[in-house]
């Protein structure tokens, strides 16, 4: 059994190790380095392997073999921001999402169910498509710890999207910014 002083040296040495890597190549392999989260390429233009906060720049076998975005994604459609819009790509076929990692279980089935959220203020309705979120997430992702699963029941407004929480769990972090593409979510008629 590890007794408790044997984890956390072991962390330590793999901490300094990997600090200790990264200074001897002059580059931000640090703590502020991994957590950009730019790995999701959701803004501007594709971010080189090595820059994206989740691969190891200095695995240099690593960085010689895998394909870069630039490259990869270079015919997925971007919406007016020139950032890439992931429901198109996936509608138009370009990439075909495993459902787990043998790619052995059955795609999900997509729920077509739209719910409208009034309190806009000035701003037109937000209009929530179920689809394309089912396309790659299970209900479980949102029903309940987000959102109970009742037209109504969730009271939020913009702020609470804007600091992570509701909508803000996933846009701004997997999905594509609630500070841009306003109209991508208030999507409804101009009141
Ligand atoms: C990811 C989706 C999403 C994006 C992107 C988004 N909103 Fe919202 N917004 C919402 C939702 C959901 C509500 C809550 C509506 C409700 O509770 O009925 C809301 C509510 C609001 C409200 C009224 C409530 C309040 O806090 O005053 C305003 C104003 C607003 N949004 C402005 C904006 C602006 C401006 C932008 C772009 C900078 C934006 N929103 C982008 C989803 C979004
Ligand atoms: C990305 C998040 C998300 C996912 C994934 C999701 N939902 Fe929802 N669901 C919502 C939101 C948001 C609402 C509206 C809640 C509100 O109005 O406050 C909602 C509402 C509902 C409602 C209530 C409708 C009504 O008229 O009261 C049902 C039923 C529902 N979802 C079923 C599902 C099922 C089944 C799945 C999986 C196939 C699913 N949802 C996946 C976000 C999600
Ligand atoms: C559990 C994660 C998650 C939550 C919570 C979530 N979304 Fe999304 N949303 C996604 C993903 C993933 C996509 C697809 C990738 C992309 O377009 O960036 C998406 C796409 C969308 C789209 C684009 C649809 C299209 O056809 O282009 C809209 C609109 C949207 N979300 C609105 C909302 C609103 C409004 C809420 C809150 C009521 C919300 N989402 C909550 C993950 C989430």
């Known amino acids: 059994m590890l007794n408790k002083i044997a984890v956390p040296l072991i962390l330590i040495v793999i901490c300094s190790t990997a600090l200790a890597a990264g200074k001897d190549k002059e580059n931000k392999f640090d703590g502020e380095f991994w957590n950009q989260g730019t790995h999701f ?21 690593a960085m010689a073999s895998l394909q870069q975005p630039e490259e990869a994604m270079a015919d997925f459609p971007r919406d007016d921001f020139g950032l890439l819009n992931w429901v198109k790509t996936l509608d138009s076929g370009l990439i075909t999402p495993r459902t787990d990692m043998f790619g052995i279980m059955d795609p999900p089935t997509p729920l077509d169910l ?27 992702n949102c029903h309940p710890a987000i959102f109970k699963q009742k037209r109504g029941a969730n009271k939020f407004n913009m702020t609470d999207v804007f600091s992570g929480r509701f909508c803000g769990v996933c846009h701004g972090k997997v999905s594509f910014s609630p500070t841009r593409n306003c109209m991508r979510c208030h999507s409804g008629p101009a009141k």
């Open 41 to 61: 390429q959701l803004t501007g233009e594709a971010i080189a392997i090595g820059e994206d906060g989740i691969h190891d720049p200095t695995n240099d076998s």
């Open 114 to 140: 739209n719910i409208t959220f009034t309190n806009t203020g000035a701003m037109p309705n937000v209009i929530f498509p179920h689809r394309p979120h089912t396309l790659w997430l299970d209900c479980l």
